[in-house]
């Protein structure tokens, strides 16, 4: 059976309910679709990852990846399933039919890639990656690069990677050291030499031939980010006419044994090592980081799709087994024998942790991909610009805040489960450490807190921040009197408030005392993510409240009338997460922001 139980009715409603679908399929880009084929789409994916690309999951976990000769060996697993997931166009969904995508919103497609996400993430992460790196030769590459390797990399005949990190080079992706010199009288060609290391999907067994997006810097270019290029440097040269011919001297010298992602082939890459090995500059020379940047900041939108897929399959799971295990006696009759463990006050509320986090983020994403869609296909362009600067201001919450606690629900999971969780006897064991790695890669979750307080918070003057809290305090301010829902907006709006008097707090210390502000970079990031979660479960509360109001004259549904009907649990189910979320953590802000502000220092103080 598969592990993946996929809550397709809860995308729907985000897709349908709470975002404004039919303002994305007015646009021109998407005029072509209407619901209906959005449902198809998504509905066929789902099935997809539950029924094949789920069962490629643990098999790829126990079996691995391994070197071979400067070759990796993929889980002999991933084959049959690869070429199924080329036939579906499963690679590039949302990319330019032209080079052979779908041109599916993200809106869409964003569910599917948490259903992909979900049944095999260590699988999944090709797909992702090749997409991400055909996608920079198609926005920034010549018309000859873009014909000699997008629609391969599309397709899935290739794959594609991001070759930043080095091994000075982490975090400062600055000091890499990987240099191009040119080829004589061959414009734009390059001769690559350096080692990468950490680079998923440097190869694997399904890739006829692989094409690395390599950052690197040109002789007498200006060190640190300033000086760097971008190359796409194929594993078996490409000609003018498209073949893959000879080697091109890029070999995997060793992979990483690593705690999660077993499938996904993490490679130290040699350019150059044993010969000339040829790149092609990417569009301008000394522009590879802005570039890189677009598929960086895909990827981290990437991130928090993992984060939120394992979140949802742990809650899944767990609240499956809690339903059917039996421990110890229910409170109320203490003399009545064992009961199953979804009856204990505790379990539940492990459970419900575990669901306001995995769909308040999941609606986190649907809202961010629109913004993404909208900003590229909307025609008024001071609308555009806005969706713009909203999805870069909420893309470090994504990343960071959806991969930490998609973690901390899997651990929930695991706890739910007692010591079967622990075991391998179910995939709760593999998803929490499946998951660990999103909040290090595409840069580190602390790394994100500084990008949102030094970048995101400072962006316009620090009016695309105030932008989204007057938002916020309208909405509160206009849902007040939604019936039921008082002390939710209540507490929505004063963590709103605490919110602006951190964001004041932090420009008002951060330029006489930078570390004293920064410390408080990864504690404002949470604040932002638990407000953005909260927003997000109110919204679905109160469309869930007006839905029951119209059905059946009021919001509050008797426990039998939930136990008989599927859509009223569903909407009432909304309703209590929300609750549940405003007492348990946005009731927390005013607390959390006055230790923000009070100026302690321990951290700086102490010697280590
Ligand atoms: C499984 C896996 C897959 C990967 N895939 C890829 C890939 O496909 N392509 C690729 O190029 N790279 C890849 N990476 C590399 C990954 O992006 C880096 O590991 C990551 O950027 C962090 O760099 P580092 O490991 O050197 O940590 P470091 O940069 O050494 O950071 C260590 C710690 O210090 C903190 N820190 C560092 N600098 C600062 C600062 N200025 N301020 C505050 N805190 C700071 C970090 O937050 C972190 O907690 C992968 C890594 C792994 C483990």
Same mark, same amino acid.
């Given at each position: 059976?598969?592990?993946?139980?996929?809550?397709?009715?809860?995308?729907?409603?985000?897709?349908?309910?709470?975002?404004?679908?039919?303002?994305?399929?007015?646009?021109?880009?998407?005029?072509?679709?209407?619901?209906?084929?959005?449902?198809?789409?998504?509905?066929?994916?789902?099935?997809?990852?539950?029924?094949?690309?789920?069962?490629?999951?643990?098999?790829?976990?126990?079996?691995?990846?391994?070197?071979?000769?400067?070759?990796?060996?993929?889980?002999?697993?991933?084959?049959?399933?690869?070429?199924?997931?080329?036939?579906?166009?499963?690679?590039?969904?949302?990319?330019?039919?032209?080079?052979?995508?779908?041109?599916?919103?993200?809106?869409?497609?964003?569910?599917?890639?948490?259903?992909?996400?979900?049944?095999?993430?260590?699988?999944?992460?090709?797909?992702?990656?090749?997409?991400?790196?055909?996608?920079?030769?198609?926005?920034?590459?010549?018309?000859?690069?873009?014909?000699?390797?997008?629609?391969?990399?599309?397709?899935?005949?290739?794959?594609?990677?991001?070759?930043?990190?080095?091994?000075?080079?982490?975090?400062?992706?600055?000091?890499?050291?990987?240099?191009?010199?040119?080829?004589?009288?061959?414009?734009?060609?390059?001769?690559?030499?350096?080692?990468?290391?950490?680079?998923?999907?440097?190869?694997?067994?399904?890739?006829?031939?692989?094409?690395?997006?390599?950052?690197?810097?040109?002789?007498?270019?200006?060190?640190?980010?300033?000086?760097?290029?971008?190359?796409?440097?194929?594993?078996?040269?490409?000609?003018?006419?498209?073949?893959?011919?000879?080697?091109?001297?890029?070999?995997?010298?060793?992979?990483?044994?690593?705690? /999660?992602?077993?499938?996904?082939?993490?490679?130290?890459?040699? @350019? !150059? #090592?044993? +010969?000339?090995?040829?790149? %092609?500059?990417?569009?301008?020379?000394?522009?590879?980081?802005?570039?890189?940047?677009?598929?960086?900041?895909?990827?981290?939108?990437?991130?928090?799709?993992?984060?939120?897929?394992?979140?949802?399959?742990?809650?899944?799971?767990?609240?499956?087994?809690?339903?059917?295990?039996?421990?110890?006696?229910?409170?109320?009759?203490?003399?009545?024998?064992?009961?199953?463990?979804?009856?204990?006050?505790?379990?539940?509320?492990?459970?419900?942790?575990?669901?306001?986090?995995?769909?308040?983020?999941?609606?986190?994403?649907?809202?961010?991909?629109?913004?993404?869609?909208?900003?590229?296909?909307?025609?008024?362009?001071?609308?555009?610009?806005?969706?713009?600067?909203?999805?870069?201001?909420?893309?470090?919450?994504?990343?960071?805040?959806?991969?930490?606690? /998609?973690?901390?629900?899997?651990?929930?999971?695991?706890?739910? @489960? !007692? #010591?079967? +969780?622990?075991?391998?006897? %179910?995939?709760?064991?593999?998803?929490?450490?499946?998951?660990?790695?999103?909040?290090?890669?595409?840069?580190?979750?602390?790394?994100?807190?500084?990008?949102?307080?030094?970048?995101?918070?400072?962006?316009?003057?620090?009016?695309?921040?105030?932008?989204?809290?007057?938002?916020?305090?309208?909405?509160?301010?206009?849902?007040?009197?939604?019936?039921?829902?008082?002390?939710?907006?209540?507490?929505?709006?004063?963590?709103?408030?605490?919110?602006?008097?951190?964001?004041?707090?932090?420009?008002?210390?951060?330029?006489?005392?930078?570390?004293?502000?920064?410390?408080?970079?990864?504690?404002?990031?949470?604040?932002?993510?638990?407000?953005?979660?909260?927003?997000?479960?109110?919204?679905?509360?109160?469309?869930?409240?007006?839905?029951?109001?119209?059905?059946?004259?009021?919001?509050?549904?008797?426990?039998?009338?939930?136990?008989?009907?599927?859509?009223?649990?569903?909407?009432?189910?909304?309703?209590?997460?929300?609750?549940?979320?405003?007492?348990?953590?946005?009731?927390?802000?005013?607390?959390?922001?006055?230790?923000?502000?009070?100026?302690?220092?321990?951290?700086?103080?102490?010697?280590?």
């Amino acid at each position: 059976m598969s592990h993946l139980f996929f809550d397709t009715r809860d995308w729907k409603f985000i897709l349908h309910d709470q975002l404004d679908l039919d303002a994305l399929l007015a646009t021109k880009p998407y005029r072509e679709f209407d619901r209906e084929t959005c449902d198809g789409v998504f509905e066929q994916a789902v099935r997809f990852a539950v029924d094949r690309m789920a069962a490629v999951n643990g098999p790829g976990d126990r079996e691995g990846c391994r070197a071979e000769n400067g070759r990796v060996v993929t889980p002999a697993c991933f084959e049959p399933v690869w070429k199924e997931v080329r036939e579906g166009g499963w690679i590039a969904p949302t990319r330019d039919p032209e080079f052979g995508g779908m041109g599916l919103p993200f809106t869409v497609t964003a569910g599917v890639a948490e259903a992909f996400s979900a049944a095999a993430q260590a699988f999944y992460m090709y797909a992702g990656l090749t997409s991400g790196a055909a996608h920079l030769i198609e926005t920034f590459g010549n018309a000859d690069l873009k014909k000699r390797f997008v629609a391969k990399m599309y397709g899935g005949e290739w794959g594609g990677t991001m070759c930043l990190t080095e091994p000075q080079a982490g975090s400062a992706v600055g000091d890499l050291t990987t240099s191009a010199t040119p080829v004589d009288g061959e414009d734009g060609a390059y001769l690559i030499e350096g080692t990468k290391i950490f680079i998923s999907g440097g190869d694997a067994s399904f890739y006829g031939n692989v094409v690395h997006l390599v950052l690197a810097r040109r002789k007498g270019d200006p060190a640190g980010t300033k000086g760097i290029s971008l190359f796409a440097v194929p594993r078996l040269d490409v000609g003018p006419d498209g073949k893959a011919g000879a080697f091109n001297n890029v070999s995997v010298t060793r992979i990483e044994e690593k705690m /999660g992602i077993h499938g996904s082939a993490t490679c130290q890459m040699a @350019f !150059g #090592g044993d +010969g000339p090995c040829r790149g %092609y500059l990417v569009g301008e020379p000394c522009s590879g980081l802005p570039y890189m940047f677009q598929m960086m900041n895909e990827a981290r939108i990437m991130c928090g799709v993992q984060g939120i897929a394992l979140a949802n399959a742990a809650f899944q799971q767990a609240v499956r087994y809690a339903a059917e295990r039996k421990q110890g006696p229910d409170l109320e009759n203490l003399g009545g024998g064992s009961v199953e463990i979804i009856r204990h006050p505790d379990v539940r509320r492990n459970l419900l942790f575990m669901k306001a986090w995995a769909e308040g983020t999941r609606a986190l994403l649907g809202q961010s991909a629109w913004w993404a869609d909208m900003a590229a296909a909307c025609e008024d362009a001071e609308l555009a610009a806005k969706y713009q600067d909203l999805l870069e201001l909420v893309t470090p919450v994504i990343k960071a805040y959806s991969t930490d606690k /998609g973690f901390r629900v899997t651990e929930l999971g695991i706890q739910i @489960f !007692g #010591g079967y +969780g622990y075991t391998q006897e %179910y995939p709760l064991e593999q998803y929490m450490r499946d998951a660990k790695i999103a909040s290090l890669y595409e840069g580190t979750n602390g790394i994100q807190a500084l990008d949102l307080v030094g970048r995101k918070m400072r962006m316009k003057g620090g009016a695309v921040f105030m932008t989204y809290v007057m938002e916020l305090a309208s909405f509160v301010e206009a849902n007040k009197d939604v019936p039921g829902l008082g002390g939710v907006l209540e507490k929505l709006g004063r963590a709103q408030q605490a919110l602006g008097e951190v964001a004041f707090w932090m420009q008002s210390n951060g330029r006489a005392n930078v570390k004293l502000a920064m410390l408080q970079a990864t504690p404002f990031l949470e604040l932002l993510g638990d407000i953005m979660n909260g927003h997000m479960l109110t919204q679905q509360a109160i469309i869930a409240t007006k839905k029951l109001i119209a059905m059946r004259g009021s919001a509050e549904v008797e426990r039998a009338a939930r136990e008989d009907d599927a859509e009223l649990a569903f909407l009432a189910g909304k309703i209590d997460t929300a609750r549940f979320f405003a007492t348990e953590v946005l009731a927390f802000a005013g607390a959390k922001a006055r230790a923000m502000t009070s100026g302690d220092t321990a951290a700086l103080d102490m010697v280590f």
